[in-house]
């Protein structure tokens, strides 16, 4: 069993920043991808950002240019720069990782105020 546990959400105003973390219960070298979702109320779960192993990273046309994903296989941790933060970046957003099976952390809220 695998648990993923967010940090660093919080209450920030339109064009400023927060970084997201996710410390894994155990070593993430063999998962295949890790990443971050996120979820506004009323509307689907979506992609956020999420690094394949062994590949670059993929963002979502929505976050391109703002947000910043890493990995850190050492410390089991995959954090999320998130700069230049809208209002419609608000969402509780879900840490992601990929084994045998599909993992999700509890969720961490963010909201971007005006």
């Known amino acids: 069993q695998v648990q993923l546990v967010e940090s660093g959400g919080g209450l920030v105003q339109a064009g400023g920043s927060l970084r997201l973390s996710c410390a894994a219960s155990?070593?993430?070298?063999?998962?295949?991808?890790m990443g971050w979702y996120r979820q506004a109320p009323g509307k689907q779960r979506e992609l956020v950002a999420i690094?394949?192993?062994?590949?670059?990273?993929n963002y979502g046309d929505s976050v391109k240019g703002r947000f910043t994903i890493s990995r850190d296989n050492l410390k089991n941790t995959v954090d999320l720069q998130m700069n230049s933060l809208k209002p419609e970046d608000t969402a509780v957003y879900y840490c992601y990782g990929r084994l045998q099976y599909d993992y999700w952390g509890q969720g961490t809220q963010v909201t971007v105020s005006s």
């Open positions: 690094i394949i192993s062994g590949g670059r990273p």
């Open positions: 155990r070593s993430i070298v063999n998962f295949n991808v």
